[in-house]
C-alpha cells in the first residue's frame, strides 16, 4: 500500500496533486466529509434516527453560541428536536451514497452504450445516438423529477431502501447520456488507430478489443466527468429532497432539512437551513475543485 501510494505521488498526476493548494484543500475537506459519513454512528453526537431519544421539547433550539443555546446541541435543533449536527453528518451519507451510486450506475450504462455506439457504428450508433438526443432535449431535474414522482406514486407505501432505489434510477437516467457521447466520440477515433487495427489482424474478438484495448484509452475523459458528475447529483438528490420527491421525510438529508428549514427562516430559526445550505455547497464546491483539477491533470497539454 505504501509502495503504491509512493509510486503515485511520483507520477505525473501526484505531481500535479502536490503542487496544487487548493487541489489539496479539495480532497481533505473531501475525505473528512467522506470519513464523518462512512463512520457516523461513531463520530455524530447524537443518533437522529433514533426516535425515542428524541425531545420535542428542544426542538428549534438556537446553536451552543446563542443565548437560548446548549453545549449538547452544538449547531442547534430542528423542529423534531434532532440535533442539527448529527443530522448533517447522517445527511451527508445519504447524499454521497446516492449521488456516488447514480453516478457509479450512470457510468457503467453510459460507457456500455458509447462503446456500441462508437465502435459498430450504423443502425445501432444512429439508434441510440438519437435516443441521447431525445434525453438532451428534456431538463434533467424534470426526468428525474417525474420519475421520482411516479415511482413514489406507484410505491406509496415502500420500505425506504425502493425509495431510494428510486431516487437513484431517476438520476442515474438522465446522467448516463453524457458518459455515452463522450465515450461514443473517443470511441470513433480510437477504432481507427494502427492497435486496433493490429488487434483485428490477428483475429482478436471485436468484444475483447472493446475492453482490453478501446476501453483504458477511453476512460480518462470519463473519470473527470464522473467526478464532476457526482457534485451535480448530490444537488439534484437535494433538490429533490427539498420538492418533496426524494428521500423520505425520515431520513435527515441534506435537501429535507433545506426544506424544513425553508419554514422557519424568517421567524428567526435560520440554523436550520443554513448549515445544511453551507455543507451541500462545501461538498459540492470540493467536488467540483477535484474534478477541475483531474481534468488538467489528466490533460498532456497542460503538463
Same mark, same amino acid.
Given at each position: 500500500m505504501k509502495k503504491? *501510494?509512493?509510486?503515485? *505521488?511520483?507520477?505525473?498526476? %501526484?505531481? !500535479? +496533486?502536490?503542487?496544487?493548494?487548493?487541489?489539496m484543500l479539495a480532497a481533505a475537506i473531501a475525505f473528512v466529509c467522506i470519513f464523518c459519513s462512512v463512520f457516523a454512528g461513531w463520530v455524530s453526537p447524537h443518533n437522529p434516527f433514533d426516535l425515542a431519544a428524541l425531545e420535542l421539547g428542544d426542538a428549534r433550539l438556537p446553536p451552543a453560541w446563542e443565548a437560548e443555546g446548549t453545549?449538547?446541541?452544538?449547531?442547534?435543533?430542528?423542529?423534531? /428536536?434532532?440535533?442539527i449536527l448529527s443530522a448533517l453528518i447522517y445527511g451527508a451519507r445519504i447524499s454521497l451514497v446516492v449521488g456516488l451510486v447514480s453516478v457509479m450506475l450512470s457510468v457503467i450504462v453510459g460507457v456500455l452504450f458509447g462503446l456500441l455506439a462508437g465502435f459498430w457504428g450504423g443502425w445501432l450508433d444512429a439508434f441510440l445516438m438519437r435516443v441521447c438526443d431525445v434525453m438532451l432535449s428534456f431538463p434533467p431535474i424534470l426526468v428525474a423529477l417525474? &420519475?421520482?414522482?411516479? /415511482?413514489r406514486a406507484m410505491f406509496p407505501n415502500a420500505h425506504d431502501s425502493v425509495? +431510494?432505489?428510486?431516487?437513484?434510477? !431517476? &438520476?442515474?437516467?438522465?446522467? =448516463?447520456?453524457?458518459? #455515452?457521447r463522450t465515450v461514443r466520440g473517443s470511441t470513433l477515433v480510437e477504432r481507427n488507430k494502427e492497435y486496433v487495427q493490429a488487434?483485428?489482424?490477428?483475429?482478436?474478438?471485436?468484444?475483447? $478489443?472493446?475492453?482490453?484495448?478501446v476501453l483504458p484509452n477511453v476512460m480518462g475523459p470519463v473519470l473527470v466527468l464522473a467526478t464532476i458528475q457526482v457534485a451535480? #447529483? $448530490?444537488?439534484?438528490?437535494?433538490?429533490?429532497?427539498?420538492?418533496?420527491? %426524494?428521500?423520505?421525510?425520515t431520513s435527515p438529508?441534506?435537501?429535507?432539512? &433545506?426544506?424544513?428549514?425553508?419554514d422557519y427562516l424568517?421567524?428567526?430559526? =435560520?440554523?436550520?437551513?443554513? +448549515?445544511?445550505?453551507?455543507?451541500?455547497?462545501?461538498i459540492a464546491l470540493s467536488v467540483n475543485l477535484l474534478g477541475d483539477w483531474l481534468r488538467d491533470a489528466l490533460n498532456p497539454r497542460l503538463r
Open positions: 503504491t *501510494l509512493a509510486l503515485w *505521488l511520483d507520477s505525473d498526476v %501526484g505531481h !500535479s +496533486f502536490r503542487s496544487s493548494p487548493v487541489a453545549r449538547k446541541y452544538l449547531l442547534g435543533t430542528d423542529d423534531q /428536536g434532532r440535533d417525474l &420519475i421520482a414522482g411516479v /415511482g425509495a +431510494f432505489g428510486v431516487l437513484i434510477i !431517476s &438520476i442515474s437516467l438522465t446522467g =448516463w447520456v453524457q458518459y #455515452a488487434a483485428r489482424v490477428t483475429g482478436v474478438s471485436p468484444w475483447r $478489443i472493446m475492453v482490453r484495448h451535480t #447529483a $448530490i444537488i439534484t438528490e437535494a433538490t429533490l429532497s427539498f420538492l418533496g420527491v %426524494g428521500v423520505p421525510p438529508s441534506l435537501g429535507t432539512l &433545506i426544506r424544513v428549514g425553508n424568517f421567524s428567526g430559526e =435560520w440554523w436550520i437551513t443554513v +448549515f445544511p445550505g453551507a455543507m451541500l455547497v462545501l
